[in-house]
């Protein structure tokens, strides 16, 4: 089946970029989507892109896809503390009326003053 | 504009004891609805999801069923709660937008099973 993975944890200083970095499995037309979950609460969509994009960019999140690699980046420009968080990448298909997604287990993102 | 409910918002249960969880969607209509669980180690499983009144599909086998008494309300159950239930619990919507079919989270259910 398919398989998302992320690093687990990455700490950045305020100000600075963030890159976090996703790779999954799916060879087939896929969309790929950024969730953000803040403590104690629920997923927030961020962004998607489908698999036939390279780039994606929504104000201070840019998303990077390399296609051959199957390698999915999200980059936060001027990192601030508000944006310390868990993010998730997922992975779900592009056709079928359920489409499910597939979760990486997040990565953490601690922003240091 | 569509928003997803979920409740309660916090729950602590004896072991054997039976639960329902309630997710409602307003704003919408035939939804997709998926129920996933967050254990401790933070990745997400998909529990359940229906897309339509009466049509439940499992994932993973296990002491908990779900039900969709209505289009926009999905409802989490077990009869005797385990240990291992104890998680959080979070509901999602699906709507489908040129052709891409999104997933919106619920604000999640905090189960601990003592």
């Known amino acids: 089946g398919e398989d998302v993975e992320q690093s687990l944890f990455l700490s950045v200083r305020e100000g600075d970029s963030s890159v976090i970095n996703c790779t999954y499995t799916?060879?087939?037309?896929?969309?790929l989507y950024w969730y953000k979950q803040e403590p104690g609460a629920g997923l927030q969509l961020l962004t998607y892109i489908f698999s036939n994009m390279d780039m994606k960019q929504d104000q201070r999140l840019t998303v990077l896809l390399n296609k051959k690699d199957k390698h999915l980046s999200l980059r936060i420009a001027d990192t601030q503390t508000g944006d310390s968080a868990i993010y998730f990448c997922a992975e779900s298909p592009a056709s079928g009326s359920a489409r499910q997604l597939t979760f990486g287990s997040g990565t953490q993102l601690t922003v240091l003053p | 504009s569509q928003t997803i409910h979920q409740w309660p918002a916090t729950l602590v249960q004896p072991v054997g004891s039976p639960l329902s969880l309630e997710c409602t969607v307003e704003g919408t209509s035939n939804p997709n609805l998926y129920w996933y669980r967050q254990a401790a180690g933070r990745g997400l499983q998909l529990l359940f999801y229906s897309v339509g009144i009466g049509q439940i599909s499992s994932e993973v086998p296990q002491n908990l069923s779900a039900s969709r008494p209505q289009d926009r309300q999905f409802i989490l159950s077990s009869k005797k709660l385990l240990l291992s239930d104890s998680g959080f619990y979070l509901c999602a919507w699906a709507g489908t937008s040129g052709g891409r079919e999104t997933q919106y989270f619920g604000p999640g259910t905090r189960l601990l099973v003592l």
């Open positions: 799916d060879s087939s037309s896929t969309y």
